[in-house]
């Protein structure tokens, strides 16, 4: 789904990041209550000198265990007669300095470890990730434990214990991001406009790892504040009279059964203080991750929703075709916009007849193969408009149990990364027998037996063997067949491949081509074929579609559409490709860049690249020509034999 | 694999040997004479004398570790000064009270974390996701040292369902249904944010993990939806949670420590804390030794779990 | 040294891996890049073709510096590269630069375009801040880009604008040769023209030198005046651009170019399934294409034929024992 992908990603930027973030931080209620809570907190932890207070420590062993709402003491006193709301405040105070510093501390650290690992590699980053790894090696708290163990119970001695603790949680998690990005292209690039080691660390590595820094800072804050208070609470941090949240509550323990308040109530307050830290934390962490902005953690439901506006009547289905869609739309919804990826898409496929459709990456090619069987994701695809008619049942009409059952019978898909696609923790023999028994009743023993011929089939040596590799034992090609078999397992009518190619080696591709081609005239199987070379397309395919911004541009037999190109699309796009054995033609590039599909002209999505177009071409919406036999242009302009020639 | 078991075992040894470096570091850190510190301010010059000919206190540092190292190999972890026992006999005693209830412990947050993540992640944007991701959200921002005296308060001293404290009844107990009745407070207690953060894991893994590409390949062959979520969805996300539960085994066993004291539960992390407040290092280097080297046999299991899972690790 | 030559490959060879491990055991080495000799003269487009895995991308960065051959030397203008670049990676970036295969990655996206067109001005070429502006309007002209663009972020831009900046950047510092890594695959087809157009113009306009890498057949065709075509490591074939492409000697390059697919082309040699390539941990003792070789005889698998002339063509040599014929 690139393609899905891509699209988003292209709307002009109007704003700059920095107050689109907040705006998206506010937008989230919970992280909204978070920022709310948290600002009253701090806000009343620094007016702490400010505020009309009574002396934290001032001990009144008359008013001793007064409870909360007691007069002059809202919260009430705590066995040694002092005010609970003043040394909750105060309390706060030093809870939140301690948690800060020592986030402060171990992000400081943990970083700097992890970013010189992560970059320098090799035996600077052996050398200290084992260090890392035997800090981790202990229970976490337990390391903690030890060091105030033998520095000595007290408030700074926690503090250097719990960032100490944590400055492995920092390193690791920014050595990973470190490395990921010092293999990228652009520190290499770097390196050759001159720059030393130390200034692509910091000026180039840096700025694109300080977002990790902040999520990690965000979502250990409150976990700190929690550690420290706990080990004040065992009286091991804070020593009295001094007293921050942990060692109020733990004072308050001893006094559980009879004034449970004086532990309840700050232990309340780390609660709140550590949940609206965490909430906030989530929020920066949804506005900061690129995962979440684009819609990489959204579930995709089984089946892409169908909210049909037109659906077309009396159709006079193609008797001659297997497969017979018309008017097919799909949209993606993301974010109040809508992007027409498919706009109408007519096409019929024969029984063992290639129809291929060639288009740039976001033409809505994969989009359209992908809506038949309902394989588009949603969110945020859905198919709008059309029938896909498969011997004459309309698809998009039927149950979800009926597409299940349709799905890897009569219609096989192959996809384009063969390593990707077959899940990497089952073997391919596993995955054989599971789309062969998902639609046929066969004892286990038969079905090994058949997914060995399958393998057979698509001519892999050593069969039986092989049922047993892992995909990742497999090479590109090998993995490519074991598709190829799978979506044989249950004779299909029609077989959709997706660029099933396109990350092939030449001589790979070639052998995969040519065994799908041989497979499909055994099996008298149909093939919708996605792909972007017209190289490929001659090799396989009977019919060729041109696609451009969501809409075929012409249909033809491969040779005519070759020969004699009608759409001046289809003419440029032939011609802005080098040719084995010809190197001494021109290329002619297309100027310009295919139209948003959310924001698409009323006429001719073309017209602004074309050199033909004229008025005419957008004004309207362009209708569809047929030229002759099974032969179509969407030009009002098309070229005529003379002009492809010329 | 059991080459790769094996090879596992032997790449362990050096963890545990860098354990025991670190150990022996922040003790070396101790502010003063050591020999006082270890034998607490009552000793007399006798013993301090003799301790610190035993240590090798007038050796170079690496040489006193591997003295120290060497006394550790035959098993003599020195002697507690306040209980005047041997430190590994009073150890091992109490670390079975603290396998018990961590165990049990860990056992619980993977079972609800993973059943809550899965639930949340495939009815995700739902209710029931928005309830699971708060609670979740809860569990992660409670001390779990005040929610031990909340339940306490609640369904020991009020309701009186549950003992407040201890592993066993005074008077009666000892067998199973005792033991059981006195570990229900504090090992729900102890698993409640390992819980949140398994289940937080859980959902986005498999929230990941729905989007891939073989999960469109196995609803393509026509699979259940059931067995795509179930079975090819759950199996890749479970990769990437058993490493964190492993981790989540260390925060358990560190947890206990606040546990141990809120419940007076007879294990190593109460016993971590008196020796601590009482400086019977010694006691304190003991048990934080055999805690860390159970932790670090079962991260060793995690990864041998997560290798079989995952052939690709192999 | 030979008449206009600029770039000296001798012997050059890669291994990864290899050493021994702490206990003594040896690691697994693979040798990614093997006994490669070749010239590049002033002024010619250099084609090098391969499938993955065949070593290019691994000799393109030796050649810039990014990775250091672990056996042979790399002359440029009769200097040594490797010495010197493990001294000063700056003196041979001032002379020869480098253009990534994917454009997006290839641009730091927390810095704007004028921020990365600056720094080889920088740093290679020391220059002043008007200076500097000059020719940054000069370079954004050469890639036909408009100025304004220089104030913009990597992600405002679509792969073919992406990459005619990955250009304009190699042009910075005034190179003498630009290695270009899978310049075009990465783009959609109607933008790989843009891209070969400009860098087309750019040659003659700046003098330059290009050694250029790709996996597609009929892109290398285009570009080149000489090929080599590489497997698992080796050169097996090399001449100029038309000799190699019209009369293939090699039959691995015989092959490559009957299984290229091209426009009204109708159906594509193809092998039997079992043909890969041979394990790079355990490599065949004689040619690496043996298992695959329809003319291979038992010689071929005892002993490693070498890149030998073929007779009546200048400059044209394959390393096979039964090469093709002439046609």
């Known amino acids: ?86 040394r909750l405040i105060w309390g706060t105070r030093v809870s939140l300095a301690v948690g800060i510093s020592a986030t402060l501390i ?269 394989l588009v994701p949603t969110p945020p695809g859905r198919i709008t408009g059309g029938v896909a008619l498969l011997d004459g049942e309309d698809l998009f009409a039927a149950t979800d149990e009926r597409i299940r059952h349709l799905r890897g019978s009569a219609v096989s898909h192959v996809f384009q990364d063969p390593l990707s696609t077959l899940h990497p ?41 092989r049922l047993k590799s892992y995909p990742h034992e497999l090479s ?76 075929f541009v012409e249909t033809g037999t491969t040779d005519d559409i070759l020969s004699s190109p009608a759409h001046p699309y289809t003419a440029k796009l032939i011609d802005c490709v080098p040719v084995l054995g010809q190197p001494e033609r021109r290329l002619d590039a297309i100027g310009g860049r295919p139209p948003v599909v959310n924001r698409l002209p009323i006429g001719c999505a073309f017209a602004e690249r074309c050199p033909r177009a004229q008025d005419d071409c957008r004004a309207a919406p362009i209708p569809v020509t047929e030229l002759g036999e099974g032969r179509t242009v969407r030009c009002v302009h098309p070229l005529t034999g003379e002009a492809a020639d010329a | 694999m059991t080459a790769y078991i094996a090879k596992r075992l032997l790449a362990a040894i050096p963890v545990l040997f860098g354990l025991t470096i670190i150990v022996f570091l922040i003790m070396a850190m101790i502010p003063g004479d050591p020999a006082t510190a270890i034998l607490g301010s009552y000793a007399t010059p006798e013993n301090v004398e003799r301790l610190n000919r035993q240590l090798g206190l007038d050796k170079p540092l690496v040489q006193q570790y591997f003295i120290w190292l060497g006394n550790m190999l035959h098993g003599d972890f020195g002697r507690s000064y306040t209980l005047n026992r041997p430190v590994l006999d009073e150890v091992l005693e109490r670390f079975s009270a603290t396998l018990i209830l961590a165990g049990t412990s860990l056992v619980l947050c993977s079972v609800l974390g993973l059943i809550a993540g899965v639930i949340s992640a495939v009815r995700q944007f739902s209710w029931v996701d928005k309830i699971i991701t708060f609670v979740v959200l809860i569990g992660i921002s409670v001390p779990s040292f005040w929610l031990g005296l909340l339940l306490i308060l609640v369904f020991a001293v009020d309701l009186r369902w549950f003992p407040a404290s201890g592993m066993f009844a005074i008077y009666g107990g000892g067998d199973l ?138 | 040294m030979h008449e206009g030559v600029l770039l000296q490959i001798e012997r050059a060879e890669r291994v990864f891996g290899g050493g021994r491990t702490l206990f003594g055991q040896p690691k697994p080495a693979v040798h990614a890049v093997q006994d490669v000799t070749i010239d590049v003269r002033k002024g010619e487009t250099l084609g090098v073709v391969g499938e993955s895995g065949c070593g290019k991308s691994t000799l393109a960065r030796m050649i810039v510096g990014l990775d250091a051959p672990t056996g042979g030397r790399i002359l440029f203008d009769g200097r040594d590269l490797v010495a010197e670049a493990g001294r000063d990676l700056r003196r041979l970036a001032r002379e020869v630069q480098y253009v990534f295969q994917d454009p997006v990655a290839s641009l730091n996206p927390r810095k704007t375009i004028r921020t990365i067109l600056e720094a080889p001005l920088i740093h290679l070429l020391h220059l002043g801040k008007g200076q500097r502006e000059a020719r940054l309007e000069e370079l954004m002209d050469a890639v036909n880009l408009a100025p304004e663009f220089l104030d913009r972020y990597p992600h405002e831009f679509s792969g073919g604008q992406a990459q005619r900046i990955g250009v304009a950047r190699a042009l910075a510092a005034n190179p003498k040769l630009i290695v270009l890594d899978e310049p075009v695959s990465a783009l959609d087809v109607s933008v790989q023209a843009q891209v070969l157009n400009i860098l087309d113009g750019l040659k003659d306009r700046f003098g330059l030198t290009y050694v250029f890498i790709s996996h597609d057949l009929s892109v290398v065709e285009s570009v080149s005046d000489r090929v080599a075509v590489m497997y698992f490591g080796r050169i097996v074939e090399v001449g100029p651009g038309r000799s190699v492409f019209r009369s293939p000697r090699h039959p691995y390059t015989h092959l490559l170019l009957n299984s290229a697919p091209a426009p009204g082309r109708k159906s594509l040699v193809s092998e039997d399934a079992d043909t890969e390539l041979p394990d790079p941990y355990n490599p065949p003792p004689g040619c690496a294409f043996y298992a695959r070789c329809p003319r291979r005889t038992d010689m071929c698998n005892s002993r490693m034929p070498s890149l030998e002339s073929v007779p009546g063509e200048e400059g044209h040599a394959a390393a096979c024992f039964h090469p093709h014929g002439g046609t």
């Open chain 1, 1 to 86: 789904m690139a393609e899905a992908a891509a699209a988003p990603a292209k709307p002009a930027k109007t704003t700059s990041g920095r107050p689109d973030s907040l705006h998206l931080l506010l937008n989230n209620s919970l992280a909204t209550a978070g920022l709310v809570i948290f600002a009253l907190i701090v806000l009343a932890a620094l007016a702490a000198p400010l505020l009309p207070l009574p002396d934290p420590d001032a001990t009144a062993p008359a008013n001793r265990l007064l409870r909360p709402l007691a007069e002059g003491h809202l919260l009430g006193t705590d066995a040694l007669g002092r005010d609970i709301l003043s």
């Open chain 1, 106 to 374: 171990a992000a400081f650290f943990g970083s700097l470890i992890g970013l010189v690992a992560g970059y320098a590699g090799g035996r600077v980053d052996t050398l200290l990730m084992r260090g890392i790894d035997m800090v981790m090696a202990f229970p976490y708290i337990l390391l903690a434990l030890a060091i105030v163990a033998v520095l000595g119970p007290g408030l700074l001695n926690a503090l250097y214990a719990i960032a100490v603790v944590n400055i492995p949680f920092f390193a690791r998690n920014i050595r990973g991001i470190a490395l990921g990005l010092s293999r990228r292209e652009f520190v290499d690039a770097a390196r050759l406009s001159g720059k030393s080691n130390t200034q692509i660390l910091f000026v180039e590595v840096l700025p694109n790892v300080l977002p990790v820094i902040i999520i990690t800072m965000s979502t250990t804050i409150g976990w700190m504040i929690l550690e420290t208070a706990g080990l004040s609470f065992l009286g091991l941090g804070a020593q009295p009279p001094q007293a921050d949240l942990g060692s109020m509550l733990g004072d308050g323990r001893k006094i559980l059964f009879t004034a449970p308040h004086v532990s309840i109530i700050p232990g309340t307050m780390i609660f709140a203080l550590v949940m609206s830290i965490n909430l906030l934390g989530d929020g920066v962490r949804d506005v900061l991750d690129p995962r979440l902005k684009s819609g990489a953690l959204t579930r995709p439901v089984a089946r892409t929703a169908v909210m049909r506006q037109i659906v077309p009547e009396d159709i006079r289905p193609d008797r001659n075709a297997v497969l017979d869609v018309r008017g097919l739309k799909t949209e993606f919804h993301f974010g109040g916009e809508v992007y027409k990826a498919v706009g109408g898409v007519d096409m019929a496929i024969g029984q063992g007849e290639c129809l291929g459709i060639v288009g740039e990456s976001g033409s809505g090619k994969s989009v359209s193969a992908m809506s038949i069987m309902g």
């Open chain 1, 425 to 465: 923790l089952f073997t391919v023999g596993d995955q054989l027998i599971e789309a062969i028994q998902a639609h046929q009743p066969l004892p286990k023993a038969q079905a090994r037996e058949k997914a060995a011929s399958l393998l057979k089939v698509v001519r892999i040596p050593n069969p039986a063997e």
């Open chain 1, 476 to 551: 590109g090609g090998m993995r490519q067949r074991v598709c190829i078999a799978m979506a044989l397992a249950n004779d299909a009518k029609i077989i959709i491949a997706d660029e099933p190619t396109t990350a092939l080696d030449v001589t790979v591709q070639a052998q995969v081509l040519s065994l799908l081609d041989a497979l499909r005239k055994e099996h008298n199987a149909g093939i919708l074929f996605i792909t972007h070379d017209f190289g490929v397309v001659s090799a396989i395919c009977d019919r060729v579609a041109v696609m451009y911004a969501g809409q």
């Open chain 2, 177 to 314: 249904p005792d033991l059981l009745h006195h570990l229900f407070l504090p090992a729900l207690t102890l698993a409640v944010v390992a819980t949140g953060v398994i289940a937080r894991l859980t959902r986005t893994a498999m929230l990941e993990v729905l989007r891939q590409d073989y999960i469109r390949t196995a609803r393509a062959k026509g699979v259940t939806e059931n067995a795509v979520i179930y079975k090819h969805a759950f199996k890749a996300a479970l990769v990437t949670v058993i490493p964190v539960i492993g981790i989540q085994a260390g925060f358990v066993l560190g947890g206990a420590v606040y546990i141990e004291t809120v419940f007076q539960w007879p294990g190593i992390g109460s016993m971590l804390v008196k020796a601590i407040s009482t400086r019977d290092l010694l006691l304190v280097q003991g048990g934080v030794l055999v805690v860390a080297a159970a932790y670090v046999l079962f991260n060793l299991a995690a990864d041998v779990v997560q290798t079989i899972l995952d052939p690709r690790l192999r």
